[in-house]
T-cell receptor, first 115, second 117 residues
Framework: AQKVTQAQTEISVVEKEDVTLDCVYE???????LFWYKQPPSGELVFLIR??????QNEISGRYSWNFQKSTSSFNFTITASQVVDSAVYFC????????????FGTGTSLTVIP | EAGVVQSPRYKIIEKKQPVAFWCNPI?????LYWYRQNLGQGPELLIR????????DSQLPKDRFSAERLKGVDSTLKIQPAELGDSAVYLC???????????????FGAGSRLTVL
């Protein structure tokens, strides 16, 4: 079964604080992709990152960083020095090679950054 | 490059009325998806097309929902008749399927917000 769990429904932080969004996944595929998408209040889902299951290197892009650990089936997302513009709903998603191109989304984490 | 274009952005209808949503994917993207997103939830797949073929429509309520992707480019999703529970945002996404860099990444449109009264 393919499943993505985002246990944190809502998070509030004060501006400039760091925040980590958790994502845990289940898959039987040996090759799969993991994704993070951002959905700001405007509603459009914006792609942030894709990670191949064979690449466990952590990645940093500006204030964003991602920690992929196959041993715990987790793909966590950290925002450093959060800003008000980071306020959005963030979705983690999974796509496995054995399920064609079907994407499985978590229920999302709503992040509010308080100025 | 134009992104995924959807219309209308907003639609308010009475229950039992029909409604249609249109999507134009990114040029060259062979895979097209329709998702439904209820408030506070993640997107849920309704139907997926590979070119003009519907390869996964297992979650599409076929008694009232229909979709088509003529010529493997733009697509239309129809609901007839609409029910109160159909109120949601209908998202269209497209991707390039394959092993190329950048493939298998969903690009979403802005969505069509449906309210059924």
């Amino acid at each position: 079964a393919q499943k993505v769990t985002q246990a944190q429904t809502e998070i509030s932080v004060v501006e400039k604080e760091d925040v980590t969004l958790d994502c845990v996944y289940e898959t039987r595929d040996t090759t799969y992709y993991l994704f993070w998408y951002k959905q700001p209040p405007s509603g459009e889902l914006v792609f942030l990152i894709r990670r191949n299951s064979f690449d466990e290197q952590n990645e940093i892009s500006g204030r964003y960083s991602w920690n992929f650990q196959k041993s715990t089936s987790s793909f966590n997302f950290t925002i450093t020095a959060s800003q008000v513009v980071d306020s959005a709903v963030y979705f983690c998603a999974l796509s496995g090679t054995n399920t064609g191109n079907q994407f499985y989304f978590g229920t999302g984490t709503s992040l509010t950054v308080i100025p | 490059e134009a992104g995924v274009v959807q219309s209308p952005r907003y639609k308010i209808i009475e229950k039992k009325q029909p409604v249609a949503f249109w999507c134009n994917p990114i040029s060259g993207h062979n895979t097209l998806y329709w998702y439904r997103q209820n408030l506070g939830q993640g997107p849920e797949l309704l139907i997926r097309y590979e070119n003009e073929e519907a390869v996964d429509d297992s979650q599409l309520p076929k008694d009232r929902f229909s979709a088509e992707r003529l010529k493997g480019v733009d697509s239309t999703l129809k609901i007839q008749p609409a029910e109160l529970g159909d109120s949601a945002v209908y998202l269209c996404a497209s991707s390039l399927t394959g092993v190329l860099a950048g493939a298998n990444v969903l690009t979403f449109g802005a969505g069509s917000r449906l309210t059924v009264l």
